[in-house]
């Protein structure tokens, strides 16, 4: 196949759009693989059995998308949407190659990497739903790189679509004309031919070149067991052979192809990929973290100019893991090693707490993809967990120098000058929330953001006109930190389920933060450590205080249970002492030996408090930090 007759496309979709039904109807369309007769394939099925199961609805299928994205990446049960298909139209025969991109959030940046390999895509939109938050910002990413996008409404089959409203919502949100966007229903198949004939038609071929060095972009990977890494890339120049040495520019590393081809759906060998093919590679790379979405590859003593603007994924959320049995360090460690085999973008570093004993620090790139992980240690490992609370990467400014801290227990205490603190920053996110219907929640939302410290909010219609039952987009920046706690679920409550979220990075700026350590008994307990906002300690003490007093075991004596800022107590709580009845068995009478007895209690209780440290059992972390 020459340049000329190839295509690169993603499908841009918000979760649920119907991606998957439209992959599967393009690739019967052109006979590589077979029509189903029950119409339905086991994907989709698979998937709603687990909607069903967990009760999922609304913002949570983002959840579920991820989930089944980052299970693909760990199994090979459920298919890569990475496909190469040969369509003839007037004799002609072209090969398109449909690339996968994950649908979520905290994958932004993977998914700019997987469009670097395209030339085109479809921006696919539900027809009875309209456009989402997240197309939107996968859509702006797909028009920076220069991508040709040819809008697709779906669902037009169902009595509940209003295509002429939701090419008027394209129009405005996308300045897309109306005359451009293709109608079709991938579960039925209609308008799935025009989808072929715009793809050939409107999408430019990959301008590579034969006789170049190799060069071969890394956009995605998978991890099987018995081979290892499974690459896929797209051949920008050069021809990529089996058994070439190639060099990876970002490690350096060299590796030899032991195998090549392409996925049709399934792995098919070809031996070698030509300029603008794309295609599959295994060559001997053993873990994850080795394929670094974005990554040139060249020929071994050929360099070559890598893609610009190459950044390794960065860690934005970060969380330490303890066993519940301090015993079980080593099989939780073992079991989170095996599961970073198969996702890359999870950090790891060992992390021992007084109160928690040994445990791992570990970094993700938003809290879904913490939850996933979590949830996948629990149901494959079989892990008995405890999960601090969520952190973000802070950036703690002193005269000389710079320090990144992503752990409570070592940011500096900011209220003592001796610290020589100067600023502290922290991230931002550029935030947009698509509320469909009804508006009247548009106050309550605006309420919700500004509770979680929002500026520069603004919001516009996305229907022109029909202000009372339209769709709003609200924009506005917020702190990483306020969205990694309850942000997602309490917009979820206010918009009962409608709105849609999305985030990108909009980099640090400096804030009025502290840390807040729980005392027990006068002693500091590291694992419970907060960093939060001043305006909000004084809240966030009460509650946290509150709620270790329901859950901690009452003791044989009075403990004080504070929150601090500095030397600040803020919030203060006493848990009353457990009282052993001592005059148990003594009768009337026996006053001064009943006396004498309390007495005694009294005395041994001040010593106890003196020295007693007070047991914190696992379970009431467990609950403390399981709770929001
Ligand atoms: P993720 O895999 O989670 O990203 O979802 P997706 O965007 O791939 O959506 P998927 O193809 O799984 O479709 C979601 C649901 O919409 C499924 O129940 C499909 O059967 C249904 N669906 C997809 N296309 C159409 C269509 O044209 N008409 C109708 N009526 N239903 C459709």
């Not at 220069?146 to 009595?159: A, F, H, S, T, Y």
């Not at 090419?167 to 451009?180: K, L, R």
């Not at 707490?353 to 629990?378: I, P, Y």
């Not at 148990?584 to 209690?601: C, S, T």
Request: aromatic share 8%.
């Amino acid at each position: 196949f020459p340049c000329d007759v190839i295509r690169n496309f993603s499908i841009i979709a918000h979760i649920d759009h119907g991606k998957s039904t439209l992959a599967d109807r393009l690739l019967e369309l052109t006979g590589t693989i077979q029509k189903k007769t029950s119409g339905n394939n086991q994907q989709v099925l698979d998937k709603l059995k687990v909607e069903r199961e967990r009760g999922i609805t609304g913002l949570e299928y983002s959840f579920v998308g991820l989930y089944f994205w980052l299970m693909k990446c760990a199994t090979q049960t459920v298919k890569a949407q990475t496909a190469s298909m040969v369509h003839t139209v007037d004799g002609k025969s072209h090969l398109l190659n449909l690339i996968d991109t994950p649908g979520h959030v905290d994958f932004a940046w993977e998914v700019s990497r997987s469009l670097a390999a395209c030339q085109g895509a479809l921006l696919l939109v539900d027809a009875t739903q309209g456009v989402q938050a997240q197309s939107i910002s996968v859509f702006h990413v797909a028009k920076e790189r220069g991508l040709e996008i040819i809008p697709v409404l779906n669902k037009i089959d169902l009595p509940a679509s209003q295509p002429e409203r939701i090419a008027a919502q394209m129009q405005s949100t996308f300045g897309i004309d109306p005359s451009n966007i293709l109608q079709i229903s991938a579960k039925t198949g209609k308008g799935v031919e025009a989808v072929l004939q715009a793809i050939i038609e409107r999408i430019p071929p990959p301008k590579g070149v034969t006789d170049k060095p190799l060069k071969a972009f890394l956009f995605d990977s998978l991890y099987d067991r018995y081979r290892g890494v499974i690459s896929l890339i797209n051949v920008q120049d050069g021809i990529l052979r089996k058994g070439d040495k190639i060099t990876s520019c970002h490690t350096r590393k060299r590796y030899e192809v032991t195998e090549v081809g392409i996925m049709h759906p399934e792995e098919v060998h070809t031996g070698t990929l030509q300029p603008g093919q794309v295609g599959f590679i295994a060559c001997n790379m053993k873990e994850s973290s080795e394929a670094h979405i974005g990554d040139t590859l060249h020929r071994t003593g050929e360099p070559v100019d890598s893609m610009p603007g190459f950044q390794p994924t960065k860690a934005m959320v970060y969380a330490g893991i303890f066993p519940v049995d301090s015993n079980d360090f080593i099989k939780l460690e073992e079991s989170i090693k095996r599961l970073t085999l198969t996702d890359r973008s999870v950090t790891i570093q060992r992390e021992s707490s007084t109160a928690l004993g040994q445990g791992c620090r570990l970094g993700f790139l938003g809290t879904l993809h913490m939850d996933v992980f979590r949830q996948r240690l629990e149901d494959e490992y079989d892990a008995n967990i405890i999960i601090t609370a969520p952190t973000v990467p802070y950036k703690v400014i002193y005269r000389d120098r710079t320090v990144m801290i992503s752990n409570p227990t070592e940011f500096p205490d900011v209220t003592d000058p001796a610290s020589k603190v100067k600023e502290v920053q922290e991230p931002i996110v550029k935030a947009s929330i698509i509320h469909t219907y009804p508006t009247e929640h548009l106050g309550e939302m605006m309420d919700l953001c500004f509770s979680h410290r929002a500026e520069d909010l603004d919001h516009r219609y996305l229907d022109s006109g029909t202000a009372l039952s339209s769709r709003a987009i609200l924009t506005c920046t917020l702190p990483l930190s306020e969205i990694v706690t309850d942000f997602f679920d309490q917009l979820k409550g206010r918009s009962s389920g409608f709105a849609s979220f999305d985030y990108e990075d909009a980099g640090y700026r400096a804030s009025n933060l502290a840390k807040m350590v729980f005392l027990l008994n006068g002693k500091p307990v590291d694992a419970l450590a907060l960093i939060v906002h001043r305006s909000a300690q004084q809240n966030i003490g009460r509650i946290w205080v509150k709620k270790l007093h329901k859950v901690i075991p009452r003791q044989l004596f009075e403990v004080p249970i504070q929150a601090a800022v500095g030397k600040k107590i803020i919030a203060r709580e006493n848990l009353s002492a457990l009282r052993a009845d001592v005059t148990a068995g003594l009768y009337g009478g026996h006053y001064e030996r009943k006396m004498k007895h309390l007495e005694n209690q009294k005395e041994g209780k001040r010593r106890m408090k003196k020295f007693g440290t007070v047991e914190l059992p696992q379970e009431a972390f467990f609950d403390i930090l399981g709770s929001k």
